[in-house]
């Protein structure tokens, strides 16, 4: 044999041993079967990630024995077992596209992606993505692991490489089956969702796949011609030129860092580089990995948001019931404070500011309500498009000739059960921001459309599969950084000068949004504008019936005449509440016994045969709550009046609670509670 074909044959052998060592590398799994479902190429991580024993894996094992074995385990169920190989071979041979998620038996939740390659066979891509979403720190480790696994792989290919230099030697007839191998190698490399590429010491590329011209448009059949510089960029090369130097000085890198593919689309890549040793110490070349993580990386980013979130909600949820017992005192105090003869001329100068300042103290604990989903709702069906159109009056005149509001309204009809009147804050809000972004000039757009959410961006969205309607508000103004974005919907954080918001808009939204079963979406970068979408369930036929929620009464719904006025039994652990209420209960005419705790309620109610009405707080200590003392005095049949208190509304309405009365309130909206509540 010549020396051209002695050294072609060599780099044929390497390459092939060493793209197969790279691809068992590869955490995801890999195969390759033939027209007659033939295994022709697999790694490692498919063995390991379906849990087949290694002996399993050779060139041309049937996909029927994978089958079987599966079967024989018990992954598809305790059904006829040949029915179920059956089957599944009988769909294999169709060769159709698919990505599916299954879990296995062990809990570990595999995504397996399909890939027809018309003339050769089929390429199946199998991920463990049990726990991608849930911890930057896994994915560190994973590299750590990786970068561990690579060390001792170079030392593997190191012996490796020494091996088949010797084999080359002794066997000419060798080389024709390295091409046909090569051309394998070929054909799996480019099969593979990923970049892969292998430069020499001197930077110039030997090898690149498919991958290359999908992303940048280069011909994989001319990598000594590609140049990084040129399709990455000077600013981008820059960024990863130390990691490529680490790399030749024989250390295995990973990093990741964002570019920008052809028709300008930006992606978030992570890349390994693998070096090759030759000779003690030398490195001849690397191999190159590169993978689109940019799904990745926002799946995780939105998981953190979401635990965030729902931590910040439960924190406000549980400080807004304290605040609302203490609202329920200082509110009850000053008005009978103000009712007493020797202050009226101390009314309008003290009384009046103080409780003007407590009633807006219940209006921001209803925006941390919203916010941690815990406000009621009075939900209906309504039209999106017509709720949308009914906030234009309401905004039109309060933004200036400077700036144009304009609908694109395309979801008619589309129905959503939500709250109409918490629709149109939402809409107000969102509208009156894009309005200080733009700094009163420019334009304002508000869209609706009907949307599907397939699997993937819906995972996206945290949302189930399915229908929606898009409401999506946009403007053109200063737009947000990612750490205003990361933070725009915590509550009290602003970006407005002091005493021109309190921070709560955007949470409210958010509450609302995630409350009515959708969530909210924020799109926006420096002086690119911004774009905020709520998405809400569509309504189908199907969809239970709308819900009913029971409002806290206003002065207007006072009875217009007094009705039974009796015993009152008063349930509630504090103190300073029961002194508030028992003493408008004693104004409108009732006798009052009170109860600090449930237990010592029930206790009351079974043996005091007088009482006609129960005013019991929901949230007490004791392993009885206020919902079982009205449940237990409604089952008496003798009580004839029953109210429960909260500040979570919304919570007990869902469990079928009677007339609920939230705090904080005034006597007058007792009165009307009692008066419109009847066993």
Known sequence: MNTSAVAQSHIGVRRHDSLQAGLDLIDQGFTLIDENLRLVAWNKAFLRLLGFPDDMGFYGASFDSFIRFNAERGEYGDGDLEEAVRKRVEAARAFLPHDIERVRPDGTALRIRGFPMPGHGFATLYSDVTQERHSAVLIKEQNASLESRVAERTAELTASNEQLREALRMNEQFASSLERSEAQMRLITDSIPALIAYFDSGLVYRFINRGYRDWFGIDPSQPQRVSAREFLGIGTYSLIKPYIKQALHGVAVTFEYEITTIGGVKKLARTTLIPEVASPGEVIGCFELTFDITQERRSHEMLVQAQKMEALGQLTGGLSHDFNNILTIVLGNLAALSEQPDVKHHVAEFLDPAMEAARRGSDLIKGLLSFSRQHPMSTSLVDIDQCVQSIDKLVRHTLPETLSLVYALKASPALSNIDANQLQNALLNLILNAKDATESRGKISVETTIQSLDAHRAADLALPIGKFVRVSVQDDGCGMDSATRARVFEPFFTTKNVGQGSGLGMSMVYGFARQSGGTIEVISEPGDGTDVTLWLPLHEPADSATLAVVKPH???????????????????????????????????????????????????????????????????????????????????????????????????????????LQKPFTKDQLAAALGASSN
């Open 554 to 660: 206003m002065e207007s719904d006072l009875p217009t005449e007094d009705t039974s006025i009796g015993l009152a039994l008063l349930v509630d652990d504090d103190a300073h509440v029961r002194r508030v209420i028992r003493r408008h209960l004693l104004e409108m005419g009732y006798s009052v016994i009170e109860a600090e705790n449930g237990k010592e309620a029930l206790d009351i109610l079974d043996q005091t045969p007088g009482i006609s009405a129960v005013v019991s707080d929901f949230a007490m200590p004791g392993g009885v709550d206020g919902l079982q003392v009205t449940q237990h005095a409604r089952k008496l049949g003798r009580v004839a009046k029953i109210v429960l208190m909260s500040g979570h509304v919304s919570i007990l309405v869902q469990r079928g609670a009677p007339a609920v």
